[in-house]
């Protein structure tokens, strides 16, 4: 049912994910390894904020799966993950697995409230 649910650029043969209202979502949207050139811009994001996942995932779900995205532009989002408590793990941009890899990403102009509570100064992760 998740899966049916979350706009997945790859799966839908597209390349622009803009201006749309998208909430209550373990992960909002999923940039699988099919989107290089991609713009996300000027969306509403609300998230769960009860576990460990990201408002926008990067890469397969299948950790065997290799991404090597080129050109993403997160640009001028508003986003709130809801971590209000100690235990609360959410974050704005991260990859799916440990196969990730991201060349000219561009993220500017977005808008996070309520970071990660045990973390205020991560709101990337990122495969190093």
Same mark, same amino acid.
């Given at each position: 049912? #998740? @899966? #049916?649910? =979350? @706009?997945?650029? !790859?799966?839908?043969?597209?390349?622009?994910?803009? %201006?749309? +209202?998208? +909430?209550?979502? #373990?992960?909002?949207?999923?940039?699988?390894?099919?989107? &290089?050139?991609?713009?996300?811009?000027?969306?509403?994001?609300?998230? !769960? /904020?009860?576990?460990?996942? &990201?408002?926008? =995932?990067? /890469? &397969?779900?299948?950790?065997?799966?290799?991404?090597? *995205?080129? %050109?993403?532009?997160?640009? /001028?989002?508003?986003?709130? *993950?809801?971590?209000?408590?100690?235990?609360?793990? !959410?974050?704005?941009? %991260?990859? &799916?697995? !440990?196969?990730? *890899?991201?060349? #000219?990403?561009?993220?500017? @102009? $977005?808008?996070?409230?309520? /970071?990660?509570? $045990?973390?205020? *100064?991560?709101?990337?992760?990122?495969?190093?």
């Amino acid at each position: 049912m #998740e @899966l #049916e649910t =979350q @706009l997945n650029a !790859s799966d839908r043969n597209t390349r622009t994910i803009i %201006g749309n +209202k998208i +909430k209550g979502f #373990e992960v909002n949207i999923r940039l699988g390894a099919m989107t &290089s050139a991609c713009e996300v811009t000027f969306n509403y994001f609300e998230k !769960s /904020g009860d576990n460990v996942s &990201s408002a926008i =995932q990067i /890469g &397969s779900l299948n950790p065997d799966v290799a991404t090597y *995205l080129t %050109g993403i532009y997160i640009i /001028g989002n508003y986003t709130n *993950l809801h971590n209000v408590t100690k235990e609360m793990w !959410s974050y704005f941009i %991260g990859p &799916s697995n !440990s196969n990730v *890899l991201n060349r #000219e990403m561009v993220v500017e @102009l $977005n808008y996070v409230n309520a /970071g990660n509570w $045990n973390d205020i *100064l991560m709101m990337f992760v990122m495969n190093i």
